[in-house]
């Protein structure tokens, strides 16, 4: 029971920690990318400090409840996967239902901000988590291929590297990361510069602590996801943990690599990715099970 | 002679006639309402104490002479007649419906009246997958028909051009609950095929209510598409007593693969031809040109479901066979090309059809797979199906009545204008897609159950649920848009209207609440004693999960005091309207639309394809079983 509770607030403590700290390297290394200095890498966690004494701009009343939801599903999110062993059977399917049920009501924030910038930018969210959603319950999917259990303790805990039989579906992992990462090529929905064609998008309308919030569910969603590419390796966990910093490089990379993609070909190329690589990967694994018996 | 629970069965299936006929003659809305209103009443007592009763791991029977088999037929020969009848004045139809009607019944009512139908021992049977459909159809069905009376009023005002026929609607919704415990107690095969075809007529008369030349084109769609399915029925009809020596559902489901194949391939073909699987999808669409009462009917607790149910019934008999496989592809296809066609759909009746042939296909996927679980996952998609379609017809149906329209776009911003109603539709779209709701908790036990299977099943499954995703969330995210336009138009609403609104809202979330309750007590012990689905820490994480859900929205009834309002960032100069802004140039409106993607998932695009491909899949399902 102890150890639980000492489970429970280590998870409180560290998660939005380390997704502070990420969001904080991301700028620096971004900004070395670009030849500036950029700020300290606490930057983030004295933004958010700063954001929540600032005063509560709001369209509607509704709207800033709607992050206060937002931010609590983050956080269950990343306590069915980290907290997974005080669940005696906690599904990695709940996890992603969890992560999609979180970003609906982000979505729904900006829905009902009546600003059309917002609006465009919820719709455009919306369209990316379609576009994302397939390969996320593939990654699922293929964990319970791989390992016979939807069962998140018994994917951690399984004998062989999981990586070596779900290469394609952990390259479709890391390629829709960028999608939830919101970041460029996929920063269709609002992106970290305000000088676009959406403004801020989707959050265009939060301000204050209500930007706050959006940050710190963030930080949770990250360390979430980090996490299932942890999964990935979790047979040898020093390796695991270096691939998934190595992981939130590259997408760093790609950040400041790539332009902007249109809607359409977001779509597409996602599709496609997800078909060729979640559904080979898939197919191969069912194959290979039918010859071995 | 019957005992006391026997006959109470009876007076289930037989009551609904009683107000049908009554119906029939009253014209007085007072004297219909209370009717109404009684009657379902008295129905759904009777259904609980039935479900009471009757509830357990094992399959009762009720056995009743057989002389009434006479009826049966003489009930055939009449709705051939009265099929033939409808058709005689109409261009095209005056010769394809005797077509489609003369051969089967012919058939029949020869085997009938030559003794070659076996004698069956039991003519009614109870089991609990009888049981939900019986509740489901009793309350869901009642609560529908309480709403009737009230919608079809001010639908007669609304359109004085239309002769009015109520009654015969009206009785024609009863005669429907007749119809349909009909279809879930028989034990035969005949019997069955006497009620289902009643099923087929009393659509006929919903979709052509109002007679307008679109509702009888649509109408008449629809019946000779079923009529081709009611084909498939008699022909299992024929083949069963030919070679099977039963017409017993309960024998030949039991009977083993071998034996009962081709029966049970020919009903699941009438099965998935009801529940508008692709290729039969466009009678369902037709059928949207009804007042709204008969689509929430037909979607939800009737028709459809009779299909589904069918298709359940007879999955032991083609589980593991290549059959079971076609059926399943059957059902993944109208899962993933309707939902993506609903996303290219403004029409918010039409984006609920398109939804519907989406979740039946995920039943005819389950029922073709056949696994326990994959059985378990149908039976309760079926429960929440019914109750949030329900809630989502009568209130786009209450919607376009206040407002006028039934277009998504024409709801931007509801929330202020109907707030009682947004919220139950709310209710219903979060019970259609988002976890930790019913349906969501269906397609994670799917994925559960077809884990160990082909992964092209799950990959069509995955997809078409990304895709559900997108149009329910566009929706629920246009309903809660706050706007300027405050005027409250929910006022002259009736209470027959809104009592079952809230009582279908209620019961979507205490469904949810209690389903690994309803799992344990209906579904699980017909699979035996060892089955069980959701474990401890399931349950844990869909309570936590539950109660967030229930209890966050509170916070949206607080007005919270640290707020500064202030109006949306629109790029240039506000000014005192929100939707107009000053730009650079002048002063410019600016409105909102949502996103349809017509280039991918347009009707245009995926119909035909898909009607090819699905059209492809039923004739290999209906020949292959020869060959095995």
């Not at chain 2, 059959?323 to 399943?328: E, K, Q, Y």
Request: net charge neutral.
């Amino acid at each position: 029971m102890t150890l639980n509770i000492i489970f429970v607030i280590l998870y409180f403590i560290f998660a939005p920690l380390l997704g502070g700290l990420f969001a904080g390297l991301d700028r620096v290394v971004s900004a070395r990318m670009q030849g500036r200095v950029g700020p300290p890498v606490f930057q983030p966690f004295y933004d958010v400090f700063k954001l929540l004494g600032k005063q509560n701009f709001t369209v509607n009343r509704f709207h800033s409840y709607y992050l206060v939801c937002y931010l609590l599903f983050a956080v269950l999110n990343g306590a069915q996967l980290y907290l997974a062993c005080l669940f005696n059977a906690d599904d990695i399917l709940f996890v992603i239902f969890t992560l999609t049920l979180a970003d609906i009501f982000l979505v729904m924030a900006a829905y009902s901000a009546g600003s059309p910038y917002s609006f465009i930018g919820a719709e455009r969210e919306l369209f990316q988590m379609l576009v994302a959603e397939p390969l996320l319950l593939i990654t699922a999917f293929g964990f319970y291929m791989a390992t016979k259990s939807f069962d998140v303790v018994k994917i951690y805990s399984a004998d062989h590297m999981l990586f070596l039989s779900l290469p394609g579906i952990f390259i479709g992992f890391v390629f829709v990361l960028t999608i939830k990462f919101r970041k460029s090529p996929f920063d269709l929905a609002t992106s970290h510069h305000a000088h676009q064609e959406l403004v801020k998008g989707l959050t265009t309308e939060f301000s204050g602590p209500t930007l706050a919030l959006f940050e710190i569910a963030h930080w949770f969603e990250v360390v979430m996801l980090l996490g299932i590419v942890f999964l990935f390796f979790a047979s040898s966990p020093l390796l695991g943990l270096i691939i998934t910093v190595l992981t939130y490089f590259a997408t760093i990379l790609i950040d400041n690599t790539y332009a902007r993609f249109k809607l359409h070909l977001t779509f597409e190329v996602a599709w496609i990715a997800t078909l060729i690589l979640g559904g080979g990967n898939l197919m191969v694994l069912y194959f290979l099970k039918l010859v071995n018996g | 002679m019957l005992d006391g629970n026997s006959f109470l069965v009876v007076f289930l299936i037989l009551f609904p006639l009683l107000p049908a006929l009554l119906l029939l003659m009253l014209r007085a809305e007072k004297a219909v309402k209370i009717v109404v209103n009684i009657s379902i009443a008295v129905m759904s007592m009777a259904a609980i104490t039935v479900a009471v009763i009757f509830v357990g791991g094992i399959t009762d029977f009720i056995s009743l002479s057989h002389h009434l088999d006479m009826l049966i037929t003489l009930g055939d020969i009449i709705i051939a007649l009265v099929f033939m009848y409808l058709a005689r004045n109409h261009r095209s139809m005056r010769y394809w419906i005797p077509l489609l009607v003369i051969p089967q019944y012919s058939a029949v009512i020869f085997f009938e009246l030559t003794g070659k139908i076996p004698e069956s021992s039991s003519t009614f049977f109870i089991d609990n997958l009888s049981i939900i459909m019986v509740l489901i159809i009793a309350i869901v069905g009642g609560l529908i028909s309480i709403y009737t009376p009230g919608y079809m009023k001010k639908y007669h005002e609304e359109h004085p051009e239309i002769k009015d026929r109520r009654h015969i609607f009206i009785s024609a919704v009863f005669l429907f609950f007749f119809a349909m415990f009909g279809i879930v107690l028989s034990n035969q095969l005949t019997w069955i095929y006497f009620f289902w075809e009643i099923t087929t007529l009393c659509s006929f008369i919903m979709i052509g209510y109002s007679q307008k030349e679109e509702a009888v084109r649509n109408s008449f769609r629809a019946l000779w598409m079923l009529l081709l399915g009611g084909a498939g029925f008699a022909a299992a009809i024929i083949y069963a007593s030919l070679y099977c020596d039963t017409v017993e559902v309960t024998k030949l489901t039991a009977a083993g693969k071998t034996a009962a194949l081709i029966p049970a391939v020919l009903i699941c073909f009438a099965g998935f031809n009801k529940a508008a699987q692709f290729p039969f999808s466009s009678w369902l669409l037709g059928a949207m040109v009804a007042p709204t009462p008969s689509s929430a009917l037909l979607h939800s607790s009737t028709m459809v479901k009779a299909g589904v149910y069918i298709c359940i019934r007879f999955s032991p008999a083609i589980h593991n066979t290549a059959c079971g496989t076609f059926l399943a592809f059957i059902g993944a296809i109208s899962f993933f090309a309707a939902s993506a066609m609903a996303i290219s759909q403004s029409d918010g009746k039409r984006v609920l059809a398109y939804s519907t042939i989406a979740n039946l296909g995920l039943i005819v996927l389950c029922a073709g797979v056949g696994s326990y679980l994959a059985l378990w996952s149908a039976i309760l998609l079926i429960i929440f199906h019914a109750l949030a379609k329900a809630l989502m017809f009568c209130s786009v149906g209450i919607v376009e009545q206040q407002c006028g329209s039934r277009n998504i776009e024409d709801m931007h911003g509801l929330i202020s204008r109907m707030p009682f109603v947004s919220i139950m539709m709310i209710v219903g779209i979060s019970g259609m897609f988002l976890a930790p709701f019913g349906m969501l908790i269906s397609k994670w036990s799917v994925l559960e159950a077809l884990a160990n299977n082909n992964p092209i099943l799950p990959i069509a499954v995955i997809l078409g649920s990304s895709l559900t995703l997108f149009f329910w969330s566009k929706w629920m995210g246009t309903l809660v848009a706050v706007n300027e336009d405050k005027t409250d138009i929910e006022k002259g609403i009736g209470k027959s209207i809104w009592f079952p609104l809230f009582s279908l809202s209620a019961l979507t979330i205490i469904v949810c609440a209690f389903f690994p309750l309803i799992g344990a007590v209906l579904i699980e012990p017909m699979y035996g004693p060892d089955f069980t689905v959701m474990g401890r820490g399931h349950i844990i994480m869909v309570t936590i999960m539950m109660s967030m859900v229930m209890f966050l929205p509170v916070g949206f009834l607080i007005n919270w005091r640290n707020l500064i309002h202030v109006t949306p960032y629109l790029g240039g100069t506000n000014v005192s309207d929100p939707n107009r802004f000053k730009g650079s140039l002048k002063e410019e409106e600016w409105t909102l639309r949502n996103y349809y993607f017509e280039n991918y998932f347009g009707e245009k695009k995926l119909l035909k394809i898909s009607n090819i491909a699905a059209i492809l899949i039923t004739l290999a399902f209906l020949t292959i079983g020869w060959f095995l």
